[in-house]
């Protein structure tokens, strides 16, 4: 199974669309590995740079509200995925996005607000970082010296899409 | 207690409830287009699941960039193509004979009431017009589909819209969708089907009624839905006659899907359209909206008419009527994308292809093209476009472009002013 967790890349904003998180113009490409560079390149947020060392070193995204809408593109996902960040963590998404984080075995986890205020208060670190327990469903938030723990809801299905690796094979050999 | 159109399709499609809440159904129609698509039947190759559930369920269609316009995505046109081949999927739409899904298979009749519809592409939710429970849906998703015929949903919530009243001159299904959106958010509806019911829904088109549905996604709803009346029986008559000894008994059948009057709603929302006026976006998401008025004499560098919210012939007729005659502002471009290659030949035998390029218009082949920036317009930095289309993201059209979404009515007028401009005056 894969690990969830390491350096966060907080995006404060609600509503990052798919379009900002791979532009339209790169969906010819044939292979997951091709998205690499292109990851969240017309996000325009102050303070980040999607070519920085931030971006590079996230595992983990912690952004706000509706996460993800627009295009149903799996691009969206498998940008994240192939640059090393398998779980975003945000009050809410887009239904198409999350489906397809969990399809894919990836993580999109929904904390209520004041929680994810917490999260946000660790912006500032530079070590912070998330690791996450789908099993468990909880969540450990690190840095500046601080921990702290919180349990979260995920669905038994979207439960059992990520411990499975995804629902290629989950769907092929049930139906 | 009643049901849904909704909770109808899902309780007679429904094929396994692995989890609570979680509903495995069966997929009547799976579309595939030349973006998606590819990379699902690359990924079910190198499974070795290189399989179909049943080609007769199954359809395909080159759209979004066609012809091609390099080497790679002639790679993506060539993968669909060979599949669609290789597997005998007759419903396949190449060049000369393909147009923007969401128009054309429709189009072709292959959306009845009460069916379940998935696509790798999120503007899916525009068959939910036709009585459907149509979603969009990734990847992953789509492989499913194509390889089983079953998709899982959690079991969506409806919110029903009582659009009351009736549309006042110049003001289109474009203009109440891009107003609700507006009023809920663009995460008002996620997780939701949004019902448009009503006497202004009962007096649309089908054609206006896929302009409605085509842009629940954009309010994050999984579907639109109409319910399927005389002018749905209407559309498919040429399609559903040998199946059926009337209309009325095709009505009767139909009929079966609308939404029960007992039904149980997430919300409600009573909307009195009579007081709309024309209304046009003005930021990078589409519920930034405000009226025509409000930003009558902004400046654009583009007018494009097309795309699967609004390349439908009767928006071309609404378009044509205002452009009779006028010319494109000096310095402003006009592209048109007549969203089907039917569509593209009624208008001419209409004599609306005509009008368009007397107005100093470029005709474009049926394609998704300028819509999301990959072909047919795309915009520079800094340039504005007047659209028709459904998505004003950030980059959608052109990296550093701005979209202005509004009907092919305003975008008529704007197009004859070269600033965003009231229909009305032209009406
Ligand atoms: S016309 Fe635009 S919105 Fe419609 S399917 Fe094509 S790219 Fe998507």
Same mark, same amino acid.
């Given at each position: ?32 590995? *091709?998205?690499?560079?292109?990851? $969240? ?11 920085? #060392? ?20 799996? /691009? ?6 192939? =640059? ?68 979260? *809801? ?22 | !207690? ?54 007769? /369920? ?26 669609? /081949?290789? /597997? ?73 819209? =009582? ?14 969708? $891009? ?14 089907? !949004? ?19 085509? !842009? ?21 008559? #040429?399609?559903?006659? *040998? ?17 029960? *009057? ?51 012939? #009767? ?33 001419? =035998? ?14 474009? =082949? ?16 800094? #340039? ?44």
């Amino acid at each position: 199974m894969k690990t969830f967790g390491g350096p966060v890349l907080f995006l404060d904003r609600s509503d990052i669309n798919t379009d900002e998180i791979i532009p339209a113009k790169y969906l010819t490409e044939i292979t997951k590995q *091709d998205l690499k560079p292109y990851i $969240l390149e017309d996000l325009k947020l102050p303070g980040f740079d999607p070519k920085g #060392e931030k971006t590079k070193a996230a595992r983990v995204i912690v952004s706000r509200a509706n996460f993800g809408c627009g295009s149903s593109r799996e /691009h969206a996902p498998w940008v994240f995925e192939v =640059n090393g960040i398998t779980a975003v963590i945000a009050e809410s998404f887009a239904r198409i996005f999350r489906q397809n984080m969990f399809n894919c075995g990836m993580a999109a986890i929904e904390l209520p607000k004041e929680q994810l205020d917490l999260l946000f208060s660790h912006a500032g670190n530079a070590d912070a970082a998330i690791s996450i327990d789908i099993e468990a469903q909880t969540l450990t938030a690190s840095g500046g010296g601080k921990q702290k723990v919180f349990t979260f *809801d995920i669905s038994p299905f979207d439960k059992a899409l990520v411990l499975a690796g995804g629902w290629v094979d989950y769907a092929d050999s049930k139906y | !207690m009643g049901k849904t159109t909704a909770e109808k399709i899902f309780a007679s499609h429904l094929v396994d409830e692995p989890f609570a809440g979680t509903k495995v159904l069966r997929i009547d129609v799976v579309m595939c287009h030349e973006i998606t698509t590819p990379i699902a039947i690359a990924d079910l190759m190198e499974r070795g699941k290189d399989r179909v559930f049943d080609g007769s /369920h199954i359809k395909a269609v080159i759209d979004h960039v066609t012809p091609s316009k390099d080497s790679k995505t002639a790679t993506q046109a060539k993968i669909l193509r060979d599949w669609a /081949h290789r /597997h005998a999927i007759k419903d396949f739409f190449d060049v000369g004979a393909n147009g923007v899904c969401h128009a054309l298979f429709p189009e072709k009749g292959f959306i009845h009431p009460g069916y379940t519809v998935i696509m790798g592409d999120s503007h899916t939710c525009t068959h939910g017009a036709f009585g459907a429970f149509s979603a969009g849906v990734g990847t992953t998703d789509l492989e499913v589909g194509i390889l089983k015929g079953v998709c899982a949903f959690r079991e969506p919530k409806t919110i029903r819209f =009582n659009l009351n009243g009736t549309l006042q001159k110049g003001v289109y299904a474009k203009d109440v969708i $891009l107003h609700i959106i507006g009023q809920i958010g663009v995460n008002g509806a996620t997780d939701r089907v !949004m019902e448009f019911r009503g006497p202004v829904v009962d007096a649309m088109t089908m054609e206006s009624r896929m302009t409605l549905c085509n !842009m629940a996604i954009e309010a994050g709803g999984t579907s639109g839905i109409c319910m399927p009346d005389m002018t749905t029986v209407d559309f498919l008559w #040429e399609f559903i006659r *040998d199946e059926y000894a009337t209309k009325e008994a095709a009505l009767a059948a139909f009929s079966r899907w609308r939404s029960d *009057d007992d039904a149980e709603y997430d919300k409600v929302i009573d909307i009195d359209i009579s007081a709309l006026a024309p209304v046009v976006t003005f930021g990078y998401k589409p519920d930034q909206v405000k009226t025509v008025g409000e930003l009558a004499g902004t400046p654009i560098d583009q007018v494009y008419l097309g795309s699967c919210t609004n390349g439908r012939l #009767e928006d071309l007729r609404i378009a044509a009527r205002i452009l009779s005659g006028k010319k494109l502002a000096p310095g402003v471009r006009g592209i048109l994308s007549p969203a089907t290659p039917k569509i593209y030949k009624d208008a001419m =035998n209409e004599g609306l292809i005509d009008i368009f390029m007397d107005a100093g218009f470029c005709v474009t =082949n049926p394609t998704c093209g300028a819509c999301l920036g990959m072909s047919n317009g795309v915009l520079a930095d800094g #340039e504005t476009c007047a659209s028709t289309t459904n998505r004003n993201f950030m980059g959608r059209m052109g990296k550093g472009g701005m979209v202005h979404l509004m009907s092919p009515a305003t975008s008529a007028a704007t197009a004859i002013e070269g600033k965003i401009a009231d229909p009305r005056k032209y009406l």
